[in-house]
């Protein structure tokens, strides 16, 4: 690999002139904190909680329950039916959708299937409502999906809105869906795991590309632009299967979509954590 010389050191930017680029963010969000300030490296180094607009109020009843369930396995089975109930995922009828009527049978998708979805091709068209999810929600705007999105004019970035769309399309509430599993996700981290606030993760990579590089360092230390949302995983081992080089990094907890086991019995032998991106220090490695 090529090592680069920038005119920033992580010295520099771990001194406070690191933020998240403009170009990687939007000036909007539905969440506690800007853009600017969640996606920085000093929020990596020192996160603060993360709550989405307006959720837990709405859902207050959900977390008062899940108060009352000791195991993982009785929360995540109380969750999956609070979300059947609130959304009519299993009453499709009622939720409006007509099968008689529809080009595009859309009453399967649910954030089980976004999940699958992602787990099978982080640039598929659940992937791109996924990432579309971070973006109006934390505002960390999409940087890659399936190829690189350069501008608005660009034909990846028309390609990402119209899968965008085609996730969207006659769906039932994805992205409030989606509002509830990232907080019950916290909810349940907070709970199993009160003292943690960051998680050691790993990603194969085959390079890395210059635009990503915010600086480097020596022994690998390197301060990267991540899209804004991308696959982990806990076991290193397992990572290096991906790529010639693993990625490093420690992952503060508000960053964590979903994590294995968050629901019990559910996406078995999925070993992935959905990590929002931002300003990361990593350390590259064989």
């Given at each position: 690999m090529t090592v680069l010389i920038h005119r920033n050191t992580l010295s520099d930017l771990a001194a406070g002139r690191a933020t998240l680029p403009a170009s990687a963010r939007s000036p909007l969000n539905r969440c506690n904190l800007p853009s600017v300030i969640l996606g920085s490296l000093t929020f990596q180094m020192q996160p603060i909680e993360l709550q989405l607009d307006s959720v837990l109020p709405l859902n207050r009843q959900l977390f008062a329950a899940l108060d009352r369930l000791d195991s993982p396995e009785e929360r995540g089975l109380h969750f999956r039916?609070?979300?059947?109930?609130?959304?009519?995922?299993?009453?499709?009828?009622?939720?409006?959708?007509?099968?008689?009527?529809?080009?595009?049978?859309?009453?399967?998708?649910?954030?089980?299937?976004?999940?699958?979805?992602?787990?099978?091709?982080?640039?598929?068209?659940?992937?791109a409502v996924l990432k579309r999810w971070v973006e109006s929600r934390f505002g960390l705007l999409t940087r890659y999906h399936g190829g690189l999105l350069k501008d608005y004019e660009d034909a990846s970035y028309a390609a990402y809105q119209a899968d965008v769309a085609r996730g969207l399309y006659n769906a039932n509430a994805l992205e409030s869906q989606l509002d509830l599993l990232y907080t019950?996700?916290?909810?349940?981290?907070?709970?199993?795991?009160?003292?943690?606030?960051?998680?050691?993760?790993?990603?194969?990579?085959?390079?890395?590309?210059?635009?990503?590089?915010?600086?480097?360092?020596?022994?690998?230390?390197?301060?990267?632009?991540?899209?804004?949302?991308?696959?982990?995983?806990?076991?290193?081992?397992?990572?290096?299967?991906?790529?010639?080089?693993?990625?490093?990094?420690?992952?503060?907890?508000?960053?964590?979509?979903?994590?294995?086991?968050?629901?019990?019995?559910?996406?078995?032998?999925?070993?992935?954590?959905?990590?929002?991106?931002?300003?990361?220090?990593?350390?590259?490695?064989?």
């Open positions: 039916q609070y979300m059947s109930s609130a959304f009519l995922l299993d009453q499709v009828e009622e939720a409006g959708f007509d099968p008689a009527s529809q080009r595009r049978k859309r009453a399967k998708a649910d954030y089980l299937r976004l999940l699958r979805g992602w787990m099978f091709n982080p640039d598929g068209i659940e992937a019950y996700c916290q909810y349940e981290l907070a709970r199993r795991w009160p003292e943690k606030h960051h998680w050691l993760l790993y990603r194969g990579v085959n390079n890395i590309p210059d635009r990503d590089r915010l600086a480097q360092g020596e022994e690998g230390a390197e301060l990267l632009l991540l899209n804004n949302l991308n696959s982990f995983s806990s076991d290193r081992e397992l990572a290096g299967s991906f790529g010639d080089w693993i990625l490093e990094t420690r992952v503060p907890t508000a960053k964590l979509l979903y994590f294995p086991d968050l629901l019990p019995n559910i996406l078995k032998g999925e070993e992935e954590y959905l990590v929002i991106g931002g300003v990361y220090r990593t350390y590259l490695q064989r």
